[in-house]
């Protein structure tokens, strides 16, 4: 039931918990350099959170575009049952490139957006510049800044964003992009 819900083990869940707070004792006086730390005097708690926990994927509002970066506009949506989801990169007023992919019909909005996201980051891996993704899911930002999200998807975002590009969650979208040829709300389902 727990790989269903793709839930961590409870036991495994158990067993980290009990180390972060289980004290740790030297089993023996250590010598460093002629300073003796006596095993009695030492008790201290191993930290031991796993390394998903402690990725955050910071993010923030942003009112107006960067001209001077690449530029990268994502969305998923469901629509007559169908789901999909887009993403148009632009540098300044051009639009670079256009994305569309096409998902099972029983994938959730949230998911939609999520692949979205990583979609345009693994498109975009290639530019040398400075890359600014802007979204209006902010659930899905809210997931990349928790360190308990438990979606496969938002792991492997994050493993692909950290300390590469920075998040900006759109407030609304910038009238020079909407006035383009195609928004991303009429890139086309396949």
Not at 144 to 163: A, G, R, T, V
Request: hydrophobic share 40%; net charge neutral.
């Amino acid at each position: 039931m727990q790989i269903l819900a793709a839930c961590i083990p409870l036991d495994i869940e158990a067993r980290n918990e009990i180390k972060k707070f289980k004290p740790f004792k030297l089993r023996k006086d250590i010598d460093i350099d002629g300073i003796v730390i006596r095993s009695n005097e030492v008790y201290d708690f191993i930290c031991t959170d796993p390394p998903r926990e402690k990725i955050k994927i910071v993010w923030h509002f942003k009112d107006q575009i960067e001209m001077n970066n690449y530029n990268v506009f994502t969305d998923g949506s469901k629509c007559n049952g169908r789901v999909g989801c887009g993403a148009v990169i632009s540098y300044g007023d051009q639009i670079q490139r256009e994305f569309s992919w096409r998902l099972n019909d029983e994938v959730r909005v949230f998911l939609a957006e999520a692949k979205g996201i990583k979609n345009s980051i693994i498109e975009t891996l290639y530019l040398q510049s400075e890359i600014n993704i802007y979204t209006d899911s902010r659930s899905v930002v809210q997931s990349l800044n928790s360190p308990w999200s438990q979606y496969e998807i938002i792991h492997e975002i994050k493993s692909l964003l950290f300390f590469l590009i920075p998040l900006a969650l759109e407030s609304a979208r910038p009238q020079k992009i909407t006035n383009q040829r195609r928004t991303l709300k009429e890139v086309p389902l396949l």
